[in-house]
Nanobody
Framework: QVQLVESGGGLVQAGGSLRLSCAASGRTFSTYNMGWFRQAPGKERDFVAAITRSGGNTYYADSVEGRFTISRDNAKNTVYLQMNSLKPEDTAVYYC?????????????????WGQGTQVTVSS
């Protein structure tokens, strides 16, 4: 099992940047594919980005491609989401999640472990 704790959310103006972190407990972090998802009020939880175990492959939602970058440091048991050129529509609670299997297109239902989420608010 793995426990996940997100951090780095906050309030930022449109065009600004934030870097989210997700720290994982346990010794098995490198065996999990990791993903970032987001959920705005009244909406479903949507895929944002995913990264394979070794970090060799990354995947992005069309809405964030070219603006967001997912990365991981297996030595630090941490996955990151660098968010640049933020827009008001990026406002949501952001969650990191872990899965033993990564299927494309990415489906949040296949991720068995979730963090508590961190709020990102982008003002116009």
């Amino acid at each position: 099992q793995v426990q996940l704790v997100e951090s780095g959310g906050g309030l930022v103006q449109a065009g600004g940047s934030l870097r989210l972190s997700c720290a994982a407990s346990g010794r098995t972090f490198s065996t999990y594919n990791m993903g970032w998802f987001r959920q705005a009020p009244g909406k479903e939880r949507d895929f944002v980005a995913a990264i394979t175990r070794s970090g060799g492959n990354t995947y992005y939602a069309d809405s964030v491609e070219g603006r967001f970058t997912i990365s991981r440091d297996n030595a630090k048991n941490t996955v990151y989401l660098q968010m640049n050129s933020l827009k008001p529509e990026d406002t949501a609670v952001y969650y990191c999640a872990a899965s033993s299997v990564l299927v494309i297109p990415v489906n949040p239902a296949r991720f068995g472990y979730w963090g508590q989420g961190t709020q990102v608010t982008v003002s116009s």
